[in-house]
């Protein structure tokens, strides 16, 4: 994840894609990476016209910022051709994309990022607002529960603990069921194990009482004053979900605005601890 890599910002030439080229700018002087403007397009006599446009963009963006940016256009749809962008380009680290958030008519938005995010096989940050004018990740919030897929969840969880020097808040699901309980502390055992052998600081907090474990998850970010929440977006999600609404769809657009990086299960690109 150091020099030769990309971070990907979907463009669609509003303010808040500019806000993920903001975020996407500060993650790549720490990184070392490189950033493409992706723009999709719904008919291929359109990409001409936006691959100029994009392009002055893009040579703005490297003036202002001084780091290298490139521009993309592709014919397709974003819920799926930025997944099959990123399949197909292994240079790519990390996607940054704006979002509107939960508000008025914008309720649909969180299930449109999710649409988008679980095509991907690189991991997204999802962003509301601009970013602040510290550089770091200084507190994490990572919610643990009784589900399985973690290991790539704990993988960004090292490695922004490393590279930004970042605490890891674990938040433990509290349960009553006793199956799910100790799915849950085994999940977590293995989390501390598993973190503790790259010398990341953490704590483990359980979350309030709540049917809604991803509204307490969010009410203690809040009151950490988290800088990123890390979460794993749910395995073969379906129609259902995006209709009734996965928990990740709330966390994504939450009103806490708190930028938020779902990595999807067996999809996204595993990368080596061996530097560490």
Known sequence: ???????IVPWDFTDKAENALS??????????????????VKKEKDIEEGLDRLKEKAAQAQEKYGIPIDAIVKEGTIFTTIGEYTKENEDINLVIMGTHG??????????????????SYAPFIV?????????????IVFPVNFKSENREKLIWAIYFGKIFKAKIHFVKQDVSDRSLEKKVNQNLTFARKYISKYNVE???????KSSNFA???LNYAKEIEADLMLIMTT????????????SEQFIIANTARIPVMC???RKAQNFSLATF
């Open 127 to 139: 962003v509301q607002d601009p970013p602040t004018e510290k550089v770091s990740y200084d507190k």
């Open 23 to 40: 975020h996407a700018v500060k993650m790549s002087k720490v990184l070392d990476n490189t950033i493409t403007l992706l723009h999709i």
């Open 235 to 246: 395995k073969n999600i379906g129609t259902l979900d995006y209709v009734m609404g996965a």
């Open 263 to 265: 990595v999807n299960p």
């Open 215 to 217: 509204q307490a998850t």
């Open 102 to 119: 939960m508000k008025g008519m914008q309720k649909l938005t969180g299930s449109w990022a999710l649409k988008v995010i679980v095509s």
């Open 202 to 208: 953490y704590e483990i907090a359980t979350a309030e």
């Open 1 to 7: 994840m150091e020099a030769g890599k990309r971070i």
